[in-house]
Structures are given as structure tokens and as C-alpha cells.
């Protein structure tokens, strides 16, 4: 193995502890390509030996050997179906039944090898630790079980081990898909106002998807409208949504009307709904800047 200069030792540290990197890479000799394709096998090489180290001698929840696009659609089609028109829906279930990766010990390497952006590598690996009751990478490292970047879910293996009756990370990350994905990538007619999948304030999307999880998780054990309305006033009166950039009781009074409706999906999106066309969307200039994250409660 070649040595590396001291500037590349503290670049890979820096990444290690932090996240960061240089995109100039400026570290690294040689042109910018070569740059750039030197430091992405250093940093990721750096990346995989330290989750090794870390998760070594521990293990996450078993991954039962079951079909997972069938168990996948199974979680998100009445959220599709609620959603979209009977012409998108077929399309929409089509990607999101195939968008969720669970991380496991047997594919984490290739996952985050394969990864084109290192901040999403960093943060695919602490979604890995997380799941294996490892030490994460740097002090700042936030405990997550699950993000979505552009149509592709990480979900973490402690999804089969959550016993929150309002929790299901598939559907919460699921629902990210459709303000990360335009509508031509379907296949679906695109207009001025209607470019991606669903049309959500850039400042409502997490309470968006907590409230799709929770009203899924609410549809899948009531039996009728008042056991819906009764469900709904149990979560309000525990809810409390993990992330300090969401209110839980607007999350509790979307989901409390939601349960009140015929489609209560429909509930969702108008109270998140983008009140004007979005110009930029920040993910899709660059999905890793800002990926979208269950954080792990606990």
C-alpha cells in the first residue's frame, strides 16, 4: 500500500471525525480528475476499514428471508393509493416498491463503495452502527434508522425489532421519494406547476413524512372510521416526533384530521402543500447536501 502525505492523513481524519471533505481535494496530486477519483478510493477505503473496526464482534436484528418488494409495496400502497390519480398510481408503486435497501452486514461494503457522495457514505455508515449498537463516527453524528436520497431508501435492521405502534421508517422514508423525484422520471406528464411527484413545502417535508407514518401505521390497526378517530387521539397524547425542527402537536392535529376524513392521505398533503411552484429544489441540485432522515428514538 503506497503512504500517503501527511495532507491526505488529515484530509481522511477530518472526513472520518466529521463528514467534511475538500471537493477540490486539493490534497491529493495529480489533475482534477485524477484528484477527485484518488481521494474518493482513499476516503471510502478509510470509511470501510473504520465501520469494520467499529462494528466489529457485534450484530444487527435478523433480516427475515422474506420477499422485500412484496413487503415494501405492501407498507406504501395505501399512501400511493391515497395520493395519486388511478393513472400515476401503477408507475409510483413501481419505483417505491423497489427504493428500500435494509443495511446488513452483507451488503453494507458494496453500498458504500458504490455511493457517489461521501457525506451520504458517512451518514449510510452511521445508519449501519446505529443498528448494531456501535460507536458512530464523530461526536456530531446524528443516530438514525433511516434516509432517503433521490429514489433509493436505507432503512436500518432495527426496523424489525420497533415496537412503537406509529413507527414505520419505510413508509416515513418512502414518502421523501415524492418531493426528491420529478414526475418525467416515471414517465408522467410534467407541467410548469407540476414537475415532481408531489408538490410539499421544502419546510414541511419532514412533518409530511411523520405524519404519512403515523397515518399509515393508524390505517393498518383500525378496523373502522371511530377506531381511526380513536387511534388518532392515542397518538397525540404520546407523540413526540424526534426531530427538534418539527412540531409534534401540528403533527398530532394533521394526523387527528386525517383520521376524520374519507382520505385522510389528501389531509396530509394540503397541509403540507407548497403554496407556490418551486423554482430549485436543494435535493435534487445535490441529494446529499441535505438527505432526508428518520432520526432513531430512543
Known amino acids: 500500500m503506497r503512504e500517503k502525505n501527511p495532507k491526505v492523513v488529515d484530509e481522511i481524519e477530518l472526513y472520518l471525525r466529521t463528514d ?11 489533475g482534477f480528475m485524477e484528484r477527485v477519483n484518488q481521494a474518493h478510493d482513499d476516503l471510502r477505503s478509510a470509511l470501510l476499514h473504520r465501520v469494520h473496526q467499529l462494528a466489529r464482534g457485534r450484530s444487527h436484528h435478523p433480516v427475515p428471508d422474506c420477499e422485500m418488494t412484496a ?31 435494509f443495511l446488513t452486514r452483507a451488503n453494507i461494503d458494496s453500498i458504500l463503495v458504490k455511493e457517489g457522495f461521501h457525506r451520504a457514505a458517512w451518514d449510510i455508515a452511521n445508519l449501519y452502527l446505529g443498528s448494531v449498537d456501535a460507536e458512530l463516527l464523530g461526536d456530531g453524528a446524528a443516530s438514525i434508522v433511516g434516509l432517503s436520497q433521490e429514489t433509493t431508501c436505507f ?20 414518502a421523501h421519494i415524492f418531493h426528491n423525484c420529478k414526475r418525467r422520471t416515471l414517465g408522467l406528464r410534467e407541467t410548469r406547476t407540476k414537475e415532481w411527484l408531489l408538490h410539499i413545502d421544502f419546510c414541511e417535508r419532514e412533518t409530511f413524512a411523520y405524519s404519512c407514518e ?43 384530521e386525517a383520521s376524520e376524513s ?10 403540507c402543500a407548497a403554496t407556490a411552484p418551486r423554482a430549485v429544489d436543494i435535493s435534487a441540485v445535490d441529494p446529499a447536501s441535505a438527505p432526508s432522515i428518520s432520526p432513531k428514538t430512543c
Not at 407498507?75 to 408507475?91: I, N, T
Open 155 to 174: 432503512v436500518s435492521a432495527e426496523y424489525f425489532a420497533e415496537q412503537d405502534p406509529f413507527a414505520d421508517f419505510v413508509v416515513h422514508e418512502a
Open 262 to 271: 374519507r382520505n385522510g392521505w389528501k389531509v396530509i398533503l394540503a397541509r
Open 214 to 256: 403515523a397515518y399509515a401505521c393508524l390505517l393498518g390497526h383500525a378496523r373502522s372510521a371511530a377506531e381511526r378517530r380513536g387511534l388518532a387521539d392515542e397518538y397525540a397524547r404520546s407523540v413526540q416526533v424526534p426531530d427538534e425542527c418539527v412540531d409534534s402537536t401540528e403533527v398530532a392535529d394533521i394526523v387527528r
Open 71 to 101: 413487503l415494501t409495496r405492501s407498507k406504501v400502497e395505501p399512501m400511493v393509493r391515497g395520493l395519486f390519480p388511478r393513472a400515476e398510481q401503477d408507475p409510483v408503486l413501481a419505483t417505491l416498491e423497489k427504493s428500500v435497501v
Open 20 to 30: 467534511d471533505t475538500d471537493f477540490k481535494h486539493t490534497a491529493w496530486s495529480g
